[in-house]
T-cell receptor
Framework: GDSVTQMEGPVTLSEEAFLTINCTYTATGYPSLFWYVQYPGEGLQLLLKATKADDKGSNKGFEATYRKETTSFHLEKGSVQVSDSAVYFCALLTLDGYQKVTFGIGTKLQVIP | DTAVSQTPKYLVTQMGNDKSIKCEQNLGHDTMYWYKQDSKKFLKIMFSYNNKELIINETVPNRFSPKSPDKAHLNLHINSLELGDSAVYFC????WGSGNTIYFGEGSWLTVV
């Protein structure tokens, strides 16, 4: 079945450091890929998405590129801020008779001043 | 206006009770979901409805029964609550189709004591 493998956290970085959160997937067909963010005590918000190979999703300084050859969708940001502290979920959406989103385990990011 | 709203946000109840969580979306979507997030932040799909029809029913105890009176509503009823049901339950909605974003509600924090 479909699966998403995401690096386990927590990840602790200093402000302005470079962020990478790795995400790889296994899926049949051609899934769409997403990154969601969950701030403390809140629901999930879409951060960015990519729907086909080589697409780059970007938002709020975060980027991720859909790499079909390596089945990856790594999240990057050049300079993190304290306000980026949250849990980040990589997810894939397949449409094979029914629509289903599969999430990774979530990576907690803590940015310290 | 909140796109996906669920009530109550917090619910503390005793073992053995029956409770319901309500969800409404005003996005005009045709597909709605219930997800469960455990204490380790792991997200797992429970149910998915498309145009009021049950599409996905993962391995969930039959004490959990979803009800979709119309496309804009998907309620979750839980009978005979157990301690292990304590979790955050997220409602979500989307349009059917590859690449469409799933929008989440803010979550309902259920604590069974």
């Amino acid at each position: 079945g479909d699966s998403v493998t995401q690096m386990e956290g927590p990840v602790t970085l200093s402000e302005e450091a470079f962020l990478t959160i790795n995400c790889t997937y296994t899926a049949t067909g051609y899934p769409s890929l997403f990154w969601y963010v969950q701030y403390p005590g809140e629901g999930l918000q879409l951060l960015l998405k990519a729907t086909k190979a080589d697409d780059k999703g970007s938002n709020k300084g975060f980027e991720a590129t859909y790499r079909k050859e390596t089945t990856s969708f790594h999240l990057e940001k050049g300079s993190v801020q304290v306000s980026d502290s949250a849990v980040y979920f990589c997810a894939l959406l397949t449409l094979d008779g029914y629509q289903k989103v599969t999430f990774g385990i979530g990576t907690k990011l803590q940015v310290i001043p | 206006d909140t796109a996906v709203s669920q009530t109550p946000k917090y619910l503390v109840t005793q073992m053995g009770n029956d409770k319901s969580i309500k969800c409404e979306q005003n996005l005009g979507h045709d597909t709605m979901y219930w997800y469960k997030q455990d204490s380790k932040k792991f997200l797992k799909i429970m149910f998915s409805y498309n145009n009021k029809e049950l599409i996905i029913n993962e391995t969930v105890p039959n004490r959990f029964s979803p009800k979709s009176p119309d496309k804009a509503h998907l309620n979750l009823h839980i009978n005979s609550l157990e301690l292990g049901d304590s979790a955050v339950y997220f409602c979500a909605s989307s349009d059917w189709g590859s690449g469409n974003t799933i929008y989440f509600g803010e979550g309902s924090w259920l604590t069974v004591v």
